[in-house]
């Protein structure tokens, strides 16, 4: 058995072309959906991350800010900005890019922002409205793989989901979706003694680790569903995910190829959320 390919590029782009007309309509009643980006310090990864989300904004008709702060900047100033974005009745969303510099306290700085435009998920009002079923806005990353799963076709109900890792802003929301979905949910972490164990007998497997290879084909079931959310550099500096991609993709039934799978979905659904946060602006 060959796997069939989750198209994340395919997905994102028909999302990106859904959102685009959804914000031309907001735009032509005055309303224009606004996200800030804020970046502290010159991590190069995180200023390509930055780009890409301004850019992203600007293809689909939204308006965009991206500020760019110095490493020094001190966390007073840091919570002064996000209260002044907060403020901002032409910025919808306010998403500061993690890694903060180490004298920065990253929770105070999620728990500034106002959770109506907290367009990451981060804050804990929206953690907590995952948690008990309440709408509110749900993080990218694994918003964006319950949508790829979606294309599988096949129902959660009933199937046995394990997540691998348990961050705040992958696993540990992964796990709440699959099981708001009525997926029995495994949570595996660093302290788990055997992944195979819990993986060969899962239908669905998202691995969220950072480690390559994470995932090997002896230790899934045949027709498994498989979302690589990892992201890695092999030998040769290529891009490649937490998943033994060539392998796995002989025994299992549907995978997210890296790139080209997670990555593009969560883009998009941080466009879906801060459209969403200006619909709901302008209902109120
Ligand atoms: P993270 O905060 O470092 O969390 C990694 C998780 O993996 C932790 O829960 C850790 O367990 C677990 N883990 C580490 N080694 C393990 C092992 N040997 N077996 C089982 N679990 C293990 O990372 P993250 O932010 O969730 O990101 C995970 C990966 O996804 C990274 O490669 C990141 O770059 C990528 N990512 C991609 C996207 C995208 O859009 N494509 C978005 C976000 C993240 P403990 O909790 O016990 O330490």
Redesign the pocket.
Known sequence: MTAQLIDGNALAASIRVDVAARAAQLTARGLRPGLAVVLVGDDPASAVYVRHKVKDCEAAGLHSVLERHPASMSEADLLARVQALNADASIHGVLVQMPLPRHIDPHRIIEAIAPHKDVDGFHVANAGALMTGQPGFRA??PY?CMRLIETTGVALRGRHAVV????????KPMALMLLQANATVTV?????PD?SVHTRGADVVVV????RD?LRADMIKPGAVIID????RNDAGKLC??VDFEAVRQVAGWITP?PG???P???AMLLVNTLEAAERAASR
């Open positions: 990218c990353t964006g691998i890792g348990r961050s705040n802003t992958v696993g595996c972490h660093s302290g788990t992944l969220a680790v950072g480690r994470t959310v990892g992201m890695n995910g937490d890296v799978g997670v990555g979905m969560t883009r």
